[in-house]
């Protein structure tokens, strides 16, 4: 019977509409698959980890220096409350203090062939926000070695401005500048004693003269005019520099920071609009496939009513043609759905592979959004497809 | 199985005057097991309305329908569709062929529609070579002519067990010598199930031996 009731069902339809619905829905299909896996791509982009420099970043913020505050030299420094406000910002990892000397600092040149003199200041701030990694940054009481690292854009100026502008001045490497020693003089509080600096690397991530922790401490007891300074800098570990809520928390607080790292946070508020309008043409594109479903499956129906009621006038149950119809309509929408989602699960892994040539890291195989929408929309058209034969049949 | 016709007026024909000469529209009427029925009719008297009334095919009348007692319009879908499988058959005079089934498969559709078929596929050929369409067999409903579609009709509606066969001028596209043919055939697929049928035609016969003849 089934055979037969295939035949008359079949007829009813006419090869060229059922062709065409079929085409139209697997436009649909595709659509809508093809959305939320782009918008699951497009979240990988901007959250993965594979596409951030690095898996955090540091920010080094200081309060601007305006002419109506450049006098002040106390109220452009981070008081407890400044601190403890960012530190409770959610883009805010961790935080910490840049501490400066409250001596005077000298350094000069132990060399006659190179000799240079220069007052100085040092600054330090915990080890965990330093980007050099030396066993000899380390400084116990008593040592008269002191470690320093420099900002390496220091010897850049250097060895590209100062060393080239004057006939008698080297240019230097960093293992040459690391093997000078240096004569840094301190002084404070009717007091003053002699040490050697060496430099024992450069810094990208803070511009400062460092010296560990441990000695800036000591030194401020000992030399300080004031012991434990108010730092007129922070650094900050944040997940993602580009955070539009991080810029405008600065921008409110009138504080600086690198603007280069921050300054992509424009293309990211562009990138999120794309977001937002692809994921409204998705939705859109979703309403439009379940029409064509609907249209599809009543259509499908409507076409060969005569027949579904001369089959019910002839004794065939509800029951009966019901699941035939089910069986008529439910295994091409399955067909059409694992097409489609075969289809880009192909597309994802080609497109992958050609963005992996510029640097652009995504998942080569379908999300997991992709089946579960493929899975939902199967939902929808199982409940379309039931309610639409149900209303054909007489009950 | 009983199918009683309570004071039945189809509202096309409520205004009639022969109405009230009526041994069917407007009276109690009830067949019952195993009884052949023969409803002469006029045309335009409501022959055709009168089986799709019994059959559930129309609903705009007063009065009640009753298979076995019950209330028709009160039988849900699934119940109608176990008495057309199992306890009541028909012929329709406009014949209700699938147009592009074959006339086997519209015979062969109505055969294995439910669960346990009645007969062996074997037996359609053998009625149809009974009524001299066997050639046509294999042959699409919609290109045979209406006395050979007629004749498919007929054996469809004895591919099923029945308690009642209702037909609708079975004959009306067939000559004498096929009718007697076909009447022959009605008769001894009757006798087998101990089945009754209402019958309706224009004219007076004596094709079968029936119980009531009565005039609508």
Same mark, same amino acid.
């Given at each position: 019977m089934t055979l037969l009731l295939r035949k008359i069902i079949r007829s009813g339809i006419g090869k060229l509409r059922f062709w065409m619905a079929i085409t139209g829905m697997g436009v649909a299909v595709l659509f809508i698959l093809l959305a939320v896996q782009l918008h699951a791509d497009f979240n990988q982009l901007l959250h993965g980890k594979n596409n951030a420099n690095e898996t955090a970043d540091f920010l080094v913020i200081n309060k601007k220096v305006t002419p109506q505050n450049q006098g002040q030299k106390e109220q452009n420094v981070f008081t407890e409350t400044d601190i403890k406000e960012l530190q409770t910002q959610p883009f805010t990892e961790s935080i910490g203090k840049l501490a400066t000397t409250s001596f005077k600092v000298s350094v000069e040149s132990y060399s006659a062939a190179m000799p240079f003199y220069s007052d100085a200041y040092f600054e330090s701030v915990p080890d965990e926000f330093i980007d050099v990694k030396s066993e000899?940054? $380390?400084?116990?009481? #008593?040592?008269?070695?002191?470690?320093?690292? @420099?900002?390496?854009?220091?010897?850049?100026?250097?060895?590209? #401005?100062?060393?080239?502008?004057? /006939?008698?001045?080297?240019?230097?490497?960093?293992e040459a500048i690391m093997a000078i020693p240096i004569k840094v003089t301190v002084q404070g509080n009717n007091q003053a004693a002699e040490f050697v600096g060496h430099v024992v690397g450069q810094s990208d991530r803070i511009n400062s003269i460092l010296i560990p922790q441990t000695f800036m401490d000591w030194a401020n007891k000992q030399y300080g005019y004031r012991e434990s300074p108010k730092p007129n800098r922070v650094v900050i570990?944040?997940?993602?520099?580009?955070?539009?809520?991080?810029?405008?928390?600065?921008?409110?607080?009138?504080? $600086?920071? &690198? *603007? /280069?790292?921050?300054?992509?946070?424009?293309i990211r508020k562009i990138v999120n609009g794309v977001v937002a309008v692809t994921g409204g043409i998705g939705l859109v594109l979703l309403l439009f496939g379940l029409l064509?479903?609907?249209?599809? @499956?009543?259509?499908? =129906? *409507?076409?060969?009513?005569?027949?579904?009621? %001369?089959?019910q006038t002839l004794g065939t149950s509800p029951k009966q043609l019901e699941r035939f119809l089910l069986k008529q309509f439910l295994?091409? &929408?399955?067909?059409?759905?694992?097409? *489609?989602?075969?289809?880009?699960? @192909?597309?994802?892994?080609?497109?992958?592979?050609?963005?992996?040539?510029?640097?652009? @890291?995504? &998942?080569?195989? %379908?999300?997991?959004?992709?089946?579960?929408?493929?899975?939902?929309?199967?939902?929808?058209?199982?409940?379309? &497809?039931?309610?639409? =034969?149900?209303?054909?049949i007489k009950k | 199985m009983t199918i009683s016709l309570q004071n039945i007026i189809p509202v096309p024909l409520r205004d009639k005057p022969q109405l009230q000469q009526s041994e069917i529209w407007n009276r109690q009427v009830d067949f019952n097991d195993g009884e052949w029925v023969k409803i002469k009719a006029p045309s335009g008297t409501g022959?055709?309305?009168? !089986?799709?009334?019994?059959?559930?095919?129309?609903?705009?009348?007063?009065g009640k329908v009753l298979y076995d007692n019950t209330d028709v319009a009160?039988?849900? +879908? +699934? !119940?109608?569709?176990k008495y057309r499988q199992e306890k009541m058959s028909v012929i329709f005079q406009d014949m209700r062929l699938f147009a592009n089934l074959t006339a086997y498969e519209n015979i062969e559709l109505k055969r294995t529609m439910s669960n346990t078929s009645f007969y062996d596929a074997a037996v359609i050929t053998e009625m +149809?070579?009974?009524?001299? !369409?066997?050639?046509?067999?294999h042959q699409k409903a919609n290109t045979c002519s209406y006395g050979e579609q007629q004749r498919i009709a007929i054996i469809r509606a004895l591919m099923q067990p029945f308690k009642w066969l209702i037909m609708d001028e079975p004959f009306s596209h067939l000559d004498k010598e096929n009718t007697l043919k076909a009447v022959a055939l009605i008769t001894r697929e009757c006798k087998k199930r101990n089945a009754g049928f209402v019958l309706t035609d224009l004219d007076e016969d004596n094709y079968f031996a029936y119980s009531r003849q009565l005039v609508l």
């Open positions: 000899e940054w $380390k400084w116990s009481e #008593g040592q008269r070695d002191i470690p320093v690292i @420099i900002p390496s854009f220091f010897l850049d100026l250097y060895n590209t #401005g100062m060393a080239m502008s004057q /006939e008698n001045l080297p240019q230097l490497s960093l570990k944040v997940k993602d520099p580009s955070d539009p809520a991080l810029v405008n928390y600065l921008e409110k607080k009138g504080w $600086k920071t &690198n *603007a /280069e790292k921050t300054r992509f946070n424009r064509v479903f609907s249209l599809f @499956i009543q259509l499908t =129906i *409507a076409s060969c009513k005569t027949d579904i009621e %001369l089959l295994p091409q &929408n399955i067909i059409l759905i694992v097409l *489609a989602l075969l289809f880009i699960a @192909i597309l994802q892994w080609v497109v992958t592979g050609i963005l992996k040539t510029q640097q652009i @890291i995504l &998942n080569p195989w %379908l999300a997991v959004d992709t089946v579960i929408a493929a899975l939902a929309v199967l939902a929808v058209v199982y409940v379309v &497809n039931k309610q639409t =034969i149900s209303r054909y | 022959k055709t309305t009168l !089986v799709h009334i019994i059959w559930q095919l129309r609903s705009d009348f007063t009160s039988i849900k +879908a +699934a !119940v109608i569709a +149809a070579e009974q009524l001299g !369409v066997q050639h046509i067999l």
